[in-house]
């Protein structure tokens, strides 16, 4: 199960809302009815189906009217009525059923914790190795008097392994910030490893090839260093160039964290503004960008 179950919960909580419908006499003939809101049904069976939950169910109305037609509402007769409704009300029974379950095992999340997908791991030496380089990617920064942070593991759910971390409210955005650098570097090693098959294509000579490579390097350890200053003047008031060195340092693993495929997002409680710090990493190869508006020396990223 790629999602946690504490987004599960949250979206099965929205969908449940949505799951809608009515029926309605028609005038003169007793044996059919209108089943109305097929599209909030529609729309709901499809969110469920992309959960990959209660597939079977669903399955069985695959066929009715709710998926044969694109309207929202159909006049049909009374057994199939109520056919399609049996089948949504034992959809809606096990939904309520569910979020009554993860109501009780889920432990509440608090605004000051992170969300972390762990990459696949096949043993426990991978695992400790992970974990060592989670907490290392985030203490060397966040252990410091001035951001008071701390790593608490609240929770952990198998599947995909996701823990939550508890690391203080105002801890969060300084480890946003790192995520969203660690997610530019790694977008620019790709982009990087792009070039050095095009070159490679090219069969130009190997200094020339040698030169192309190193520029590269050059240009992501500068914007490294300067993603590193950027959050410094961001967080830190001593500008302590043992600050640099470690924050340099989280962020080049962060980077190889989210290559290894690696997720931090913020609390499902968290406010917009503070969700909003987190890259999205659906978007991080297409849209992401540099927080400093301009980097001198770089190009675009």
Do not use: C
Not at 211 to 236: C, G, H, P, R, S
């Amino acid at each position: 199960m790629a999602a946690s179950l504490k987004l599960i919960h949250k979206k099965l909580e929205n969908i449940l809302k949505e799951f809608v419908w009515n029926t309605t006499p028609v005038n003169g003939n007793p044996s059919l009815q209108n089943l109305n809101g097929l599209d909030k049904i529609r729309a709901v069976l499809i969110n469920l189906e992309n959960l990959n939950l209660f597939n079977n169910n669903i399955n069985t109305l695959k066929n009715t009217v709710i998926f044969t037609t694109s309207s929202s509402s159909a006049t049909i007769q009374n057994t199939e009525v109520q056919n399609i409704i049996s089948q949504l009300n034992t959809i809606k029974i096990l939904m309520q059923a569910f979020i009554e379950t993860l109501n009780k095992t889920l432990p509440a999340e608090n605004e000051g914790s992170i969300n972390i997908k762990l990459p696949e791991v096949n043993d426990f030496d991978e695992l400790s190795k992970v974990s060592r380089e989670i907490h290392v990617g985030l203490t060397q920064v966040i252990f410091n008097s001035e951001i008071n942070g701390q790593t608490k593991i609240v929770s952990v759910e198998n599947g995909s392994i996701w823990f939550n971390v508890l690391v203080g409210v105002t801890t969060v955005p300084v480890i946003a910030s790192l995520v969203w650098a660690g997610a530019v570097i790694y977008k620019k090693i790709q982009e990087g490893k792009l070039l050095e098959q095009q070159v490679r294509g090219l069969k130009i000579k190997n200094d020339s090839l040698e030169d192309v490579l190193n520029a590269q390097k050059a240009e992501t350890a500068f914007m490294i260093e300067a993603e590193a200053e950027y959050i410094q003047a961001q967080y830190f008031k001593e500008n302590a160039p043992e600050n640099i060195a470690r924050i340099k340092n989280s962020i080049e693993t962060f980077a190889d964290l989210i290559n290894k495929g690696a997720e931090i997002h913020p609390a499902l409680v968290a406010p917009e503004n503070v969700s909003n710090l987190f890259p999205d990493p659906k978007q991080i190869t297409v849209g992401l960008e540099s927080k400093i508006k301009k980097l001198s020396g770089a190009s675009g990223n």
